[in-house]
C-alpha cells in the first residue's frame, strides 16, 4: 500500500499530506465512503460540526479495525458554537459524535469579522484545549490576512493550519504567502475547483481546463490527479472528497509522477481571482447560524 507522505506541523505533530474530505457528504453516504478511503490507505479524515457526518465518520473509523493512533481526524467548530465556554462545550459535543477522547485537529471553520471578540474566545478555548491535551493541534479555516493578524495579536498559539479554497481557478497567492511566513500550512479545500466553484457554470470545469488536460496527457494521469499533485508539490495540505470508491483510490494514486516546473507555473498562470464560497466578510451569525446537535 502506498505511503502517505507527512507534513508536520509547527507544533511537532505530523499529518499526512494527502486527506479525505466528506464536506456535502450525506450522513447516510459517510459510512461507506470513509470505509472506502480508508481501505485505500487515507489515514486523515476531515469532517466538521456543521457537515452534520461526524458521527458516521466516527463509527467508520471504529469499525475499520485500524488502530486510533494511525488515523488523524481533523473536525471544526461551527460560528453558533463561537465564545470561550460554548467552544469547549462543542469540543464535547464532536468528541462525542466522533467517539474519540483525543482530536488530533480542531479549528475554527470561520471567521466572525463582525463579531471579532467571540472569534478569539473561540480560538482560546482551543488553546485550553491544547494545553489540556484534549486536542493535539489547532487552527482556523477561511481566514484572510487581516484576520490572521488580528487573532495573532491577540493569542498565544499560532495556528498549525489554515483551510482555505485553493484550486487552480482560485489560488489565493498573497494569503498562502501569508500562512507560510507564519508557519502555517496551507490545508486546500474544493482542491480541483469541483466543490462550490462558479455555480453559476460561467467558466466552465477545471477537470476540463485545456491546459489541464494537455499536462495530464502527458504524464498518463487525470486532470484531477495533476491538481492534487500541484498542491502536494507547492507544500499544501490536500483534502479532495468523493463518495465514488473509484475516484477516492484515483485522488489517491498521485505519489508516483513529478510536475516540472513549467508545468505548475502553467497551472498557477490559470487564477482568476474569483472565488467560489462565500466571502469571508460577509460570515455572520445571523446569515449563516446553525444549531449544532448535542453528541
Do not use: C
Not at 8 to 31: M, R, S
Not at 70 to 85: L, S
Not at 181 to 207: K, M
Request: net charge negative.
Amino acid at each position: 500500500m502506498t505511503t502517505i507522505p507527512l507534513l508536520t506541523l509547527n507544533n511537532g505533530v505530523q499529518i499526512p499530506a494527502l486527506g479525505f474530505g466528506v464536506f456535502q457528504t450525506p450522513p447516510d453516504e459517510t459510512l461507506a465512503a470513509v470505509d472506502a478511503a480508508l481501505t485505500t490507505g487515507y489515514r486523515h479524515i476531515d469532517t466538521a460540526a456543521a457537515y452534520g457526518n461526524e458521527r458516521e465518520v466516527g463509527q467508520a473509523i471504529h469499525r475499520s479495525g485500524i488502530d486510533r493512533s494511525e488515523i488523524f481526524i481533523e473536525t471544526k467548530i461551527w460560528i453558533t458554537d463561537f465564545g470561550y465556554d460554548a467552544t469547549l462545550h462543542a469540543f464535547d459535543k464532536a468528541a462525542g459524535k466522533l467517539s474519540v477522547e483525543q482530536i488530533d485537529l480542531l479549528i475554527l471553520h470561520q471567521a466572525l469579522p463582525g463579531e471579532f471578540d467571540l472569534t478569539i474566545g473561540a480560538y482560546k478555548a482551543l488553546e485550553r484545549l491544547l494545553g489540556d491535551g484534549k486536542v493535539r493541534a489547532i487552527g482556523v479555516s477561511n481566514f484572510m490576512p487581516d484576520h490572521l493578524a488580528r487573532l495573532l495579536e491577540a493569542t498565544s498559539v499560532v495556528p498549525a493550519v489554515n483551510q482555505i479554497e485553493v484550486h487552480p481557478y482560485f489560488r489565493q497567492s498573497e494569503l498562502l504567502a501569508v500562512d507560510d511566513e507564519h508557519g502555517i500550512v496551507s490545508q486546500a479545500w474544493s482542491p480541483i475547483g469541483g466543490i462550490t466553484f462558479y455555480r453559476d457554470g460561467s467558466h466552465g470545469s477545471t477537470l476540463k481546463d485545456p491546459v489541464i488536460g494537455e499536462i495530464a496527457t502527458a504524464h498518463g494521469k487525470s486532470a484531477a490527479q495533476v491538481m492534487l499533485r500541484w498542491h502536494l508539490q507547492q507544500g499544501r495540505q490536500v483534502i479532495p472528497k468523493s463518495v465514488t470508491p473509484s475516484r477516492i483510490a484515483e485522488n489517491f494514486d498521485v505519489f508516483d509522477f513529478e510536475l516540472s516546473a513549467e508545468d505548475l507555473g502553467a497551472i498557477d498562470a490559470l487564477d482568476t481571482g474569483v472565488r467560489g464560497g462565500p466571502e469571508p466578510e460577509v460570515i455572520t451569525r445571523e446569515r449563516f447560524g446553525r444549531d449544532i446537535p448535542e453528541a
